[in-house]
């Protein structure tokens, strides 16, 4: 699973076009480890983390993921 994280996250990474050594190498590895464990057990991953995410259910479309917005603050 660690393999296939590594290879998501790779992905991930060259699809985003961020820049390098910023930490956002290990962040897709996380990412890609939790939705591959989720797959792995036949869960949907639960996140507002929709850029990443999108990312790896188009990558691996078999994963299942549930997308939220968090609602804007209303000012008083």
Not at 16 to 41: H, T
Not at 51 to 64: H, V
């Amino acid at each position: 699973m660690w393999g296939q994280a590594g290879v998501l996250a790779g992905l991930l990474f060259r699809l985003s076009n961020l820049p390098k050594w910023e930490g956002y190498e290990r962040r897709f590895v996380n990412d890609a480890l939790v939705f591959l464990q989720a797959r792995q057990l036949g869960a949907s991953v639960l996140t507002g983390n929709i850029r990443d995410f999108d990312f790896l259910s188009q990558l691996m479309p078999t994963g299942q993921i549930i997308l939220y917005r968090a609602p804007k603050q209303s000012r008083s």
